[in-house]
């Protein structure tokens, strides 16, 4: 069994900054792809960022495109992201997820279904 927990979240301005980070215990995460998620009230969980096994095969949502950098340390089972020109859009609580798969493309990546564990999540909350 595999957790992820979450932290960094909190309230900003629009414009500012904010880094996430998302730790995993249990079962190694080294070999699978990861990922962040975000879900608004009212809105359907949405595709953010992923990052394969070794550190490569990157994407992005559009919306974050530029923005958002994702990373990863597999020596510290840990998931980041960082975000800089914060937008009230950007309000959400952010999920990391762990892929079913060493890596993805296209359609694999962005759907929720792919992935196998999933954190409690962590508030984002951008004011104008």
């Known amino acids: 069994q595999v957790q992820l927990v979450e932290s960094g979240g909190g309230l900003v301005q629009a414009g500012d900054s904010l880094s996430l980070s998302c730790v995993a215990s249990g079962l190694t995460v080294r070999n699978n792809a990861m990922a962040w998620f975000r879900q608004a009230p009212g809105k359907e969980r949405e595709f953010v960022a992923v990052?394969?096994?070794?550190?490569?095969?990157?994407f992005y949502a559009d919306s974050v495109k530029g923005r958002f950098s994702i990373s990863r340390d597999n020596s510290k089972n840990t998931l980041y992201l960082q975000m800089s020109s914060l937008t009230p859009e950007d309000t959400a609580v952010y999920h990391c997820?762990?892929?079913?798969?060493?890596?993805?493309?296209?359609?694999?990546?962005?759907?929720?279904?792919?992935?196998?564990?999933w954190g409690q999540g962590t508030q984002v909350t951008v004011s104008s």
């Open positions: 990052i394969g096994w070794s550190g490569s095969s990157i």
């Open positions: 997820a762990m892929h079913k798969a060493h890596s993805c493309s296209g359609y694999a990546c962005y759907r929720p279904e792919y992935y196998e564990y």
